[in-house]
T-cell receptor
Framework: SQTIHQWPATLVQPVGSPLSLECTVE??????LYWYRQAAGRGLQLLFY??????ISSEVPQNLSASRPQDRQFILSSKKLLLSDSGFYLC???????????FGPGTRLTVL | AQTVTQSQPEMSVQEAETVTLSCTYD???????LFWYKQPPSRQMILVIR??????QNATENRFSVNFQKAAKSFSLKISDSQLGDTAMYFC?????????????FGKGTHLIIQP
């Protein structure tokens, strides 16, 4: 069966520091991968998605970036965090051509 | 672009009651999927139920069922015999089924509280 992992689970970072969040999927190959952000009191907003290694599409312009160095690895990064980057970050996957996305456990990011 | 609206920020019912959560959406597409996800206090997003827009029959999963009204662009979730474990945020979501890698568009959620 497929599983999705995210780490770290919780992160507290100062403004202006760099960020790296990691997501990995097991038990499948060539999945579509997604990064979402959930700000306090809001629904989820799609940030990035990827259909393959090195292929990244951005939905929202911001100071975040994403990379997919391996088939089942998806990384969310920032060079300098802003206060507004605080939130709950969720990674998701789905099989190409399938209709359902499955979510990881998420990372709670607090920028102080 | 599509939008998803959940007009009930919070609902509270007694255990064993039936509750209906509302969702409306706006899209110019004809082929799409609709979903309800549950987010308990652990914040893990869990798929509750999905509906293909081309299917007229409403989806059902045990105590969970939907009322899908395509012309009205309405997609409500009914929870029967509610249980304490149903307490969670519930999100309605839309996905275009054009064959690409489209992500989900979410509503802002409804906080459902099941009272003992």
């Amino acid at each position: 069966s497929q599983t999705i992992h995210q780490w770290p689970a919780t992160l507290v970072q100062p403004v202006g520091s760099p960020l790296s969040l990691e997501c990995t999927v097991e038990g499948t190959s060539n999945p579509n991968l997604y990064w979402y952000r959930q700000a306090a009191g809001r629904g989820l907003q799609l940030l990035f998605y990827s259909i393959g290694i090195g292929q990244i599409s951005s939905e929202v312009p911001q100071n975040l970036s994403a990379s997919r160095p391996q088939d089942r690895q998806f990384i969310l990064s920032s060079k300098k965090l802003l206060l507004s980057d605080s939130g709950f970050y969720l990674c998701a996957w789905r099989l190409a051509g399938a209709n359902t996305q499955y979510f990881g456990p998420g990372t709670r990011l607090t920028v102080l | 672009a599509q939008t998803v609206t959940q007009s009930q920020p919070e609902m509270s019912v007694q255990e064993a009651e039936t509750v209906t959560l509302s969702c409306t959406y706006d899209t110019s597409e004809n082929n799409y999927y609709l979903f309800w996800y549950k987010q308990p206090p652990s914040r893990q997003m869990i798929l509750v139920i999905r509906q293909e827009a081309y299917k007229q029959q409403n989806a059902t999963e045990n105590r969970f069922s939907v009322n899908f009204q395509k012309a009205a662009k309405s997609f409500s979730l009914k929870i029967s015999d509610s249980q304490l474990g149903d307490t969670a945020m519930y999100f309605c979501a839309f996905m275009y089924s054009g064959g690409g890698a489209d992500g989900l568009t979410f509503g802002k959620g409804t906080h459902l509280i099941i009272q003992p």
